[in-house]
């Protein structure tokens, strides 16, 4: 299985430049999912999410570096998961043990 990341914008804010649409529409949270890849673009099974709360005191640069600190974060966590075999796949989502 290949397992994949990117920020939790996504259907909202597809395209190149997320974060600074992002930024123009005033978001409060930003995240970052890794899933397994499927044939679907970007709607495999959900291993790890996470999000940071934001505000208006954050630039664009503060939103992609805490973005990029949880995609770091949560790629970790899910290759270690499923390094574990701590992950089970059931009907497109996952079943994650302790």
């Known amino acids: 299985r290949i397992i994949n990341i990117h920020h939790s914008f996504l259907p909202a804010f597809v395209g190149a430049k997320p974060y600074h649409s992002a930024y123009k ?3 409060k949270i930003i995240g970052a999912t890794s899933h397994y890849i499927t044939e ?3 709607a495999g099974p959900i291993i790890q999410q996470d999000v940071a709360h ?3 005191t954050h630039s664009i640069k503060d939103l992609i570096a805490k973005g990029r600190d949880l995609e770091k974060i949560v790629l970790s966590t899910a290759i270690k ?3 574990d075999r701590k992950v089970m796949v059931f009907n497109n989502k996952t079943v994650i043990f302790s």
């Open 81 to 83: 998961l499923h390094a």
């Open 40 to 42: 679907e673009l970007d």
């Open 54 to 56: 934001v505000s208006h």
């Open 25 to 27: 529409r005033g978001v």
